[in-house]
């Protein structure tokens, strides 16, 4: 009985699994970009995205079709090391394309950071935004975050895509906080220069670089 019993518990976490990473697959086509989800690790984009938000990231819009006040991920010019989301400032040429971003709660762009952002840096637009469920990150150890994180986002997009088109969408472009600063959240946080994510699939660790 006891070998019967564990048999079928093997076959549950097998089907479990396979289940998973369907779902993971199928996550990653429909949305154009290896990793869909990251974990917001500083605070350069608050009140818009603050620590711990999930935002998942859509690589199928283009580049050359983002404007003003999109907020977009993409990877730090040159060096690709780091993992940026910033909202789109300026368009600062249209053959190539290259634009410069710039963080809500930053007094600026900066160089090498926020621009020249081109084609080859660009990972993918926000298109959703879920408020503090990177806390399960901390919390939980994989593969279980990953689990719970990925349920959730999950039926967070189920339940956008059933919405009447009036109602479906979170709204992130707004082309009036993209050049201004916010001075509420400048005085309230540190860590600001840029706003590093974490995908949660992916391996990645680092923790936002503190700056004097």
Known sequence: MKTRAASGFAKDIII????????WIGLRIAFGTENPFY?????SMVPKLNVFDVIVVNG?????????????????PVTHDKVIVHRV????NQN???????????????????????????????????????YVTRILTPPI??????????VM?????????????VSLSDNTTASSDSPSAASSQDDKEYSDVKN?????????EKKD
Do not use: C, W
Request: charged share 20%.
């Open 16 to 23: 479990v699994v396979v289940g998973i990473a369907i779902i």
């Open 39 to 43: 974990v917001v690790s500083s605070g």
């Open 60 to 76: 199928n819009i283009p580049f050359d079709q983002l404007k003003l006040g999109d907020i977009i991920v993409f990877y730090v």
């Open 89 to 92: 400032a300026e368009i600062l």
């Open 96 to 134: 190539p394309l290259t634009i410069r971003t710039k963080g809500d709660a930053n007094p600026g762009s900066i160089p090498g950071i926020d621009f020249p952002i081109m084609k080859g840096d660009y990972i993918g637009k926000v298109v959703y935004v879920i408020p503090q469920i990177g």
């Open 145 to 154: 975050n990953y689990i719970i994180i990925a349920v959730i986002v999950g």
């Open 157 to 169: 997009i189920v339940k956008q895509f059933s919405k009447p088109k009036s109602e479906s969408g």
């Open 200 to 208: 949660e699939y992916s391996g990645i660790d680092k923790e936002p």
